[in-house]
Nanobody
Framework: QVQLVESGGGLVQAGGSLRLSCAASVRTFSRITMGWVRQAPGKEREFVTAITWGGLTTLYADFVKGRFTISRDNAKNTVYLQMNSLNPEDTAVYYC??????????????????WGQGTQVTVSS
């Protein structure tokens, strides 16, 4: 069983930055691909980014490339999402997700079998 708890959301002005954290309670965290997914008001959930267990392989949605960076600290069972140059279109609930199958990161939400409760990110113009 995997439990994921996000933190770090909040209100920020356009052009600002936020760093989200996701703490995982699982013994095999270092072997799990971790990702971030977001859901904007009135829209479906969409893939943002993911990182493999060793941190060597990452995958980003086109709309965040160059602005967001995913990283992980396996010693702390934590994955991070550094978000820079935020704009109002980034306003959403951001969810941490885990893919317990050992494989390259994927952008299909169906591949993630554990989810956190989400943290709200609001970007004002």
């Amino acid at each position: 069983q995997v439990q994921l708890v996000e933190s770090g959301g909040g209100l920020v002005q356009a052009g600002g930055s936020l760093r989200l954290s996701c703490a995982a309670s699982v013994r095999t965290f270092s072997r799990i691909t971790m990702g971030w997914v977001r859901q904007a008001p009135g829209k479906e959930r969409e893939f943002v980014t993911a990182i493999t267990w060793g941190g060597l392989t990452t995958l980003y949605a086109d709309f965040v490339k160059g602005r967001f960076t995913i990283s992980r600290d396996n010693a702390k069972n934590t994955v991070y999402l550094q978000m820079n140059s935020l704009n109002p279109e980034d306003t959403a609930v951001y969810y941490c997700a885990a893919d317990s199958t050992v494989r390259a990161p994927r952008n299909s939400l169906n591949d993630y079998n554990y989810w956190g409760q989400g943290t709200q990110v609001t970007v004002s113009s």
